[in-house]
């Protein structure tokens, strides 16, 4: 009986595949994934109160994933790509000001109402779904990301301003794409 079952299951998986492939069907899936792998950042990692801390220090994103094709095939994929944490002024100040901040250790820096106080802004890549195409193809679109930081006046009596930071799209230049061609029989 185990037996006739199988053999039932692969000649329904047999004709399945043949009928997809007669249609030209050779759309991969995911099959697990995706999961965020070792060597992906846990934010900032600085204290943006400290002296000495970086302006721009990166922010690294892995991960991993299995693609599969109508006839079995398997592949397994990893995506890598980075961003970056910016360190800015949130508060309201002149911009002299932040030469008496900086090179003390201030305290200052991490009191969210001092005009000293500082914080990191982060910029992560942008991880698109992936597009399955019926020709085999798989792409997965990423884009790195950058934060421009920008100066807002806070008030036209004083012209005392502070800082915002957007995160800016860079290069899909770590993209992911794998190609597969499906037979056109159940061999």
Request: glycine share 8%; net charge negative.
């Amino acid at each position: 009986m185990k037996r006739i079952v199988k053999m039932a299951v692969g000649l329904l998986s047999c004709v399945c595949i043949s009928y997809h492939m007669a249609l030209g069907d050779c759309t991969p899936r995911t099959v697990s994934g995706p999961t965020l792998l070792d060597g992906t950042s846990q934010g900032c990692g600085w204290d943006s109160g400290q002296d000495g801390v970086p302006n721009f220090p990166p922010l690294t994103k892995k991960e991993a994933r299995t693609i599969a094709w109508p006839d079995g095939y398997k592949v397994d994929v990893t995506a890598t790509s980075t961003g970056e944490c910016r360190l800015y002024y949130p508060n309201c100040h002149w911009n002299f000001e932040l030469g008496f901040c900086s090179n003390t250790g201030s305290d200052n820096w991490n009191d969210p109402i001092s005009f000293c106080y500082r914080q990191y802004f982060q910029c992560w890549p942008e991880f698109f779904p992936p597009d399955y195409s019926s020709n085999g193809n798989y792409q997965q679109t990423i884009y790195r990301a950058t934060g421009k930081v920008n100066q807002v006046l806070c008030g036209s009596i004083i012209n005392d301003d502070k800082e915002t930071v957007e995160c800016q799209r860079g290069a899909a230049d770590d993209s992911v794409t794998q190609t597969h061609t499906c037979p056109k029989s159940c061999d």
